[in-house]
């Protein structure tokens, strides 16, 4: 019993060093893998509600595309590496912001746990789970909000940047 609470507290130890080290990023990096295990079970959840059954070349298409969303996060890491120490007054439109932490990865990844929210609820929808009509709207509407002003997290309009057009994700 000792042991185990020796452990409790070295977790909870390490992950507190973390998230205090990381503050909004170790959020939502814990969200995102959140999301991407419970959308992955909720999907295949989903198939076999539906009587489709469980099928290993989907289940790793999934796993495959969820490898992928941090791949995207790495990159946008490797974004904000450079404007913190490449470029780290950008001029957009004659406005200067100073750049001094990660703008590009937070939204990014803000934006993928919003995908990943409205992928569960369409999940849980086929599961037959009633779900609130608002739930997936209002949820729809912050991932449309986050796309359209990429200053939503951060230290508001001094970490204000440009919105550029982006290929559109699709929901999995």
């Known amino acids: 019993m000792e042991r185990a609470k020796t452990i409790a507290a070295a977790v909870c130890g390490a992950l507190g060093a973390v998230f205090g080290r990381l503050g909004i990023m170790g959020v939502l990096a814990a969200v995102l893998l959140a999301g991407n295990m419970l959308d992955w079970f909720t999907g295949q959840s989903a198939s076999v509600a539906e009587g489709k059954g469980l099928s290993s070349e989907v289940g790793k298409a999934g796993i495959r595309k969820k490898v992928g969303y941090w791949a995207e996060v790495a990159l946008c890491l490797c974004v904000d590496a450079l404007l913190i120490y ?15 932490a990660p703008i590009v990865a937070p939204v990014v990844m803000l934006w993928l746990c919003l995908n990943e929210a409205l992928s569960i609820i369409e999940n849980l929808g086929r599961m037959g789970v009633p779900v609130p009509a ?39």
Not at 86 to 100: H, K, R, W
Not at 134 to 144: D, G, P, R, Y
């Open 86 to 100: 490449a470029v780290p007054a950008l001029e957009v439109s004659g406005v200067v912001f100073d750049i001094t």
């Open 134 to 172: 608002w739930l997936a709207k209002f949820i729809a509407e912050l991932k449309t909000a986050t796309d359209a002003r990429p200053s939503i997290i951060g230290n508001g309009a001094d970490n204000a940047a440009a919105h550029a057009e982006a290929p559109e994700h699709k929901n999995n």
